[in-house]
Nanobody, 121 residues
Framework: QVQLVESGGGLVQAGGSLRLSCAAS????????VGWYRQAPGKQRELVAA???????NYADSVKGRFTISRDNAKNTVYLQMNGLAPEDTAVYYC???????????????WGQGTQVTVSS
């Protein structure tokens, strides 16, 4: 059973930084694209950043220049470094990964449980 476990959320003042981590566990054969999404109260879940296995990245316009997505393939872990945080960044952040396990050659989409990020003004 593949699982994604997030950590690193919390309360921070505007202008501060946080680093989110998402570790994949289970019998993993390969991880393709990984991404971070967020959902604020009353809003739809939106893509924050994504990174392919080839290294290409994609960021939401609202976080460009402030957030950085990275991955450690040896540790099956993806990170989101968030700098210059603003109150509008307050949301529950979810990691997502396309993972192929040894029991299935297909890439399936997995989600973490979410971690709360709250930015005070």
């Amino acid at each position: 059973q593949v699982q994604l476990v997030e950590s690193g959320g919390g309360l921070v003042q505007a202008g501060g930084s946080l680093r989110l981590s998402c570790a994949a566990s289970g019998v993993i054969f390969s991880i393709s694209t990984v991404g971070w999404y967020r959902q604020a109260p009353g809003k739809q879940r939106e893509l924050v950043a994504a990174k392919t296995s080839g290294g290409s990245t994609n960021y939401a316009d609202s976080v460009k220049g402030r957030f950085t997505i990275s991955r450690d393939n040896a540790k099956n872990t993806v990170y989101l470094q968030m700098n210059g945080l603003a109150p509008e960044d307050t949301a529950v952040y979810y990691c997502n990964a396309l993972i192929a396990s040894y029991s299935s050659s297909r890439y399936l989409s997995y989600w973490g449980q979410g971690t709360q990020v709250t930015v005070s003004s």
